[in-house]
């Protein structure tokens, strides 16, 4: 296990396997059932991924991570039987993704103060977002509205964490899990016009799992290489003793 597990490389081989292993289900009416199996293993390679390869000295900020990656993996089992037209299992996949997005947002939030005019730019880029899909997907949204605003409003709140942690952590961290935040909002809304606008739209098939699985395996191996300026300044300390 260590041997694919505790190597990046030869790890998203693996990953990137799996996915087209789960793509191909996807895409196959006889063989989607599948699923059950490609997407679970997809989720359960990337939590162990994490747990063998983390040394976040924070348990607290560790458990944050595997509750995420567990509620996303439960709530892709949901989001199958939903995608086959049990819309009860499809709102509760809804549910835990919203859980697995708080749990990161918690894990991403940070105690520095920070001036209110670096998220003016972002909070204009949310408030636009938010307007055009509702806008879309409004008059198809009948019971689904308050649940709808309560998705959003946690895939916006992902996003600014995420973004606060600019300069409190290094640079290839920060814009790792940045750019999955961003594929995961892609994903997001890939999904939501599919399910509320329009069923046919082009690619959802293949972009929502692709982007998916991309957001998922960015901000994982962001997280893994995050080091914050205080870890940072400890080490030049040490290293000048």
């Not at 199996?37 to 560790?62: M, P």
């Not at 944050?64 to 567990?70: D, K, P, T």
Request: aromatic letters at 20%; one cysteine or more; a positive charge.
């Amino acid at each position: 296990m260590n041997f694919i597990f505790k190597n990046t490389l030869r790890f998203s081989i693996l990953y990137l396997s799996l996915y087209l292993l789960d793509s191909f289900f996807k895409n196959s009416y006889d063989l989607y059932s599948y699923r059950y199996f490609s997407k679970i293993a997809l989720g359960v390679s990337l939590l162990l991924f994490y747990v063998l390869n983390n040394k976040q000295k924070d348990n607290t900020k560790k458990r944050l991570v595997i509750y995420a990656l567990s509620l996303f993996l439960i709530g892709d089992f949901f989001f199958i039987t939903g995608n086959s037209g049990k819309m009860t299992h499809f709102v509760i996949a809804a549910f835990l993704f919203i859980a697995g997005k708080i749990c990161y947002s918690v894990r991403f939030l940070n105690n520095e103060d920070f001036k209110i005019s670096k998220l003016i730019p972002f909070l204009v880029f949310c408030f636009a977002y938010m307007t055009l899909i509702t806008s879309i997907v409004y008059n198809n949204l009948d019971h689904y509205f308050f649940p709808f605003l309560i998705y959003l409003f946690v895939v916006m709140l992902l996003m600014q964490f995420a973004f606060l942690r600019k300069n409190e952590v290094n640079t290839s961290s920060f814009w790792l899990v940045m750019l999955g935040v961003f594929l995961s909002m892609i994903a997001d809304s890939i999904n939501i016009l599919k399910t509320f606008y329009n069923p046919l739209i082009a690619y959802n098939k293949i972009t929502v799992m692709l982007f998916y699985c991309l957001s998922q395996y960015l901000i994982i191996v962001g997280v893994l290489k995050e080091k914050t300026t205080i870890d940072y300044t400890e080490n030049v300390l040490k290293t000048n003793l």
